[in-house]
């Protein structure tokens, strides 16, 4: 017999409505799974059970089964505010910290008739790309647990690839949903700038981190990301005057149908090629040959393109990066000691900067953002590796050289942060598996506001791959 969660998240919502079984039976299918698995894996931080059934009962009761998520299990990033629940942001800062109110995009999951199983792991305030902080154990790649699960949403993959939750909710202001998908071999996906409106980004420094999800398949992650923006139904509540181009119809119909023929560059470039290292891993090429050679054969055009170099993108994208930081609540030598080296050494580095050099980054990062859509401007959509390494063993990174640190983290993620830069949508498919059975991805960047041409793109791979059928192995 099928267990719960061999099914899609779209397969579980279907059962749900069948009545196969109850939003309370799911919940505690999950909660168990999760008593068994998280200590080896180190996905959630904090499972909040008693809340969970209570909520399932209460969606039993009140909660039309019309609602978009109605009955199915999620957890919120531990960078979430959820009223009554521990928000620690990865750190031993925040250990105490217990929020009166929730956050906008843990309201609409609730509105949308979801059930939170608790936080998934976060490194410290979200800021590198690896999972590993001090104030909890490492989130560990289900696929082989000696390697990490990449950041900052590397809980939420971990709980996604080992079946420990349908899908989750994940933030990307640098890549964040998109590594840890990759290293994990899901789909994830950074909506367009505005296209949210509980985590449009607009609100952000540089407009960079906005919130998306990570999934098994194609359909469940337009599942989740139409719950985040109609949770309601209807049109979007956006709270802002901009927002994303492109159609607001429901996204999952373009994953279901998987239709049309379009243009795709193919890149190797990036942003930070100039500035640093990168060298592209023989798995990394292969998992980009596959896609190439599949959406060939599907119909689609293909042609190889390349950024123009551009000196300013590196400086003021770590201008940026080290900014985040300088509004951490750390006043005191003792609040500044409870942090972990690389987070004080980015909150000193970003109090120290002027306004005008903060101005001056935020400038050519808004003209990196023109050029970056102008050269891509002919294609439907844009495909690169998803990440340029294999995943990284636990303890790659260097724990006390800042400058080391981030080299290591834009060697490792070099095709990412450029698009949270451009506000430009963009998903990482789980194409290929490595003769170690490690889960290599592509990326594709879409034009502003093309989700549904990416989702599109993704259902057609999917289709041929079938990647949603890989487990990872039971340990």
């Not at 119809?249 to 023929?261: D, I, N, T």
């Not at 294999?390 to 290591?408: H, I, K, L, M, S």
Request: net charge negative; with cysteine; glycine share 10%.
């Amino acid at each position: 017999m099928t267990e719960p969660h061999e099914l899609t998240a779209l397969e579980q919502w279907q059962a749900l409505q069948r009545g196969e079984f109850s939003p309370s039976e799911l919940t505690r299918h999950y909660l168990a799974r999760i008593e068994a698995a998280n200590p080896a894996l180190g996905a959630f931080v904090t499972v909040t059970a008693e809340a969970a059934q209570a909520r399932a009962r209460h969606i039993e009761e009140h909660v039309p089964q019309t609602a978009p998520l109605w009955g199915l299990p999620f957890a919120d990033k531990d960078l979430q505010l959820r009223a009554g629940v521990p928000a620690r942001f990865g750190s031993r800062l925040m250990r105490d910290f217990v929020p009166a109110e929730s956050d906008d995009l843990v309201a609409a999951l609730d509105a949308a008739g979801g059930v939170s199983l608790g936080k998934t792991n976060t490194p410290e305030f979200g800021l590198p790309a690896y999972t590993e902080s001090l104030a909890a154990a490492p989130a560990r790649n289900p696929w082989n647990p000696d390697l990490g699960a990449g950041g900052s949403s590397g809980g939420a993959a971990v709980a996604v690839a080992a079946r420990l939750l349908p899908f989750a909710p994940g933030s990307d202001g640098g890549g964040s949903i998109r590594i840890p998908a990759a290293a994990c071999g899901l789909v994830g996906l950074k909506p367009s700038r505005g296209r949210v409106p509980a985590a449009s980004g607009i609100d952000t420094l540089g407009g960079l981190s906005v919130g998306g999800p990570l999934a098994r398949t194609v359909a469940d992650a337009a599942l989740l990301l139409d719950a985040m923006i109609t949770p309601r139904g209807g049109h979007p509540s956006h709270p802002f005057a901009l927002r994303a181009p492109g159609e607001e119809a429901p996204l999952l119909a373009a994953a279901l149908r998987g239709e049309g023929r379009f243009q795709l560059g193919v890149m190797t470039t990036s942003a930070w090629d100039g500035d640093y290292p990168i060298d592209l891993a023989p798995e990394a090429m292969a998992a980009l040959d596959l896609a190439v050679a599949e959406f060939a054969a599907i119909g689609h055009g293909l042609e190889e393109t390349a950024l123009t170099p551009d000196e300013s993108y590196a400086p003021a994208f770590r201008t940026i990066w080290q900014a985040g930081a300088a509004s951490i609540p750390a006043e005191t030598e003792e609040e500044l000691l409870l942090l972990e080296p690389l987070t004080r050494w980015l909150v000193g580095r970003g109090r120290a900067l002027s306004a005008r050099t903060l101005a001056e980054a935020l400038a050519a990062l808004a003209a990196y953002e023109r050029s970056f859509i102008g050269q891509l401007s002919r294609f439907d959509a844009v495909l690169t590796p998803a990440l340029a390494m294999t995943p990284r063993p636990v303890g790659w990174y260097d724990r006390e050289d800042g400058e080391a640190n981030f080299a290591q983290q834009v060697r490792y993620t070099p095709f990412t942060s450029m698009v949270n830069v451009a506000g430009l949508p963009a998903i990482v498919l789980p194409v290929l598996q490595t003769g170690d059975g490690l889960p290599m991805g592509v990326q594709l960047i879409g034009r502003p506001g093309g989700e549904a041409t990416l989702l599109a793109l993704g259902a057609q791979l999917e289709r041929r791959l079938r990647w949603q059928h890989r487990v990872p192995p039971e340990r």
